[in-house]
C-alpha cells in the first residue's frame, strides 16, 4: 500500500479515519460500492492509472459487526479483496494521512455536524471527497479543496467517478491538496475557531442582558 503524493505509486483512498468504527452512518458500504464501480470505469474505459487501494480504518478485529461481516462479505464477492484494507480503530490517525492519496469523507444522512478529520486531512494536503451534506460542506469547497456527491445510493456513481477524476488527474489532486491546506490555515486554526466561539457566546450573553433589562 506504500505511496506517495506524486501518483508515481500506488494511489491509496481512505474512509473513516477515526475512533468511531463502521457504520451504516459512516457509509463504508457505499463506498466500497463506489470504489468497487471506480475500478470497473477504470477497466472499461482502459484508464493507464495508479493501481488503486482502499483503506477502511475503523475497524475491530476482537468483535466484528454483522455490518463489518457485510462489507467483508462484499469485497470477497466483488474479487477486489487485493484492493481493500480493513485497518483497526484508531486515535492516532496521523501516519494514516501521511500515507495516503485521498480522504472519502462519506457520512450518510445529515453528513458529519464538523468533521474534524477533514480538517486534519485538509492540513495534510490531501483533496477530499465528501457527502454534500451537513459542515462537509462548510469545510470542503467543491471542485477546489476536493469533490463533494450526493448522500444515498444516488451518491454511488458520482462518487466513483469522482475517484476516477483525481486519480487521473495528478495535478488536480495535487492542487486541491495544496488549496486545502491554505484554507485550513486562514480558517480553521485554533485561533479561528477561538474568535467564531467567543462571538456566539458575546452574542448569547449580550442578548441574556438584554431581556433580563427588558
Do not use: W
Not at 505511496?3 to 491509496?12: A, E, F, P, S, V
Not at 464501480?37 to 487501494?53: D, F, G, R, T
Not at 492519496?101 to 474534524?116: I, K, T
Not at 469547497?141 to 456527491?149: A, D, I, K, Q, W
Request: charged content about 20%; some cysteine; proline content about 2%.
Amino acid at each position: 500500500m506504500g505511496c506517495n503524493h506524486t501518483g508515481m505509486t500506488d494511489l491509496t483512498l481512505t474512509i473513516s479515519v477515526d475512533n468511531a468504527g463502521v457504520s451504516r452512518g459512516k457509509g463504508q458500504n457505499l463506498f466500497l460500492h463506489s470504489f468497487h464501480e471506480s475500478l470497473k470505469l477504470i477497466e472499461e474505459q482502459k484508464l493507464q492509472v495508479p493501481a488503486m487501494h482502499a483503506v477502511i480504518v475503523g475497524s475491530d478485529m476482537n468483535a466484528q459487526t454483522k455490518f463489518e461481516t457485510e462489507l467483508r462479505d462484499f469485497v470477497l464477492k466483488s474479487g477486489i479483496q487485493d484492493r481493500v484494507h480493513f485497518v483497526n480503530k484508531t486515535l492516532a490517525v496521523a501516519p494514516y494521512l501521511a500515507a495516503i492519496d485521498v480522504l472519502v469523507q462519506n457520512s450518510q444522512a445529515r453528513g458529519e455536524c464538523f468533521g474534524r478529520i477533514t480538517i486534519e486531512a485538509m492540513a495534510f494536503q490531501l483533496p477530499v471527497l465528501g457527502t454534500s451534506a451537513g459542515g462537509t460542506t462548510e469545510i470542503v469547497v467543491n471542485g477546489s479543496t476536493g469533490l463533494l456527491h450526493p448522500v444515498g445510493k444516488e451518491g454511488v456513481i458520482p462518487l466513483a467517478k469522482n475517484m476516477v477524476k483525481l486519480a487521473t488527474h495528478v495535478e488536480r489532486r495535487l492542487t486541491m491538496g495544496k488549496k486545502g491546506y491554505e484554507r485550513v490555515k486562514e480558517r480553521f486554526m485554533e485561533h479561528h475557531m477561538a474568535e467564531r466561539i467567543a462571538l456566539v457566546l458575546k452574542e448569547v450573553l449580550n442578548k441574556s442582558v438584554a431581556h433580563s433589562h427588558s
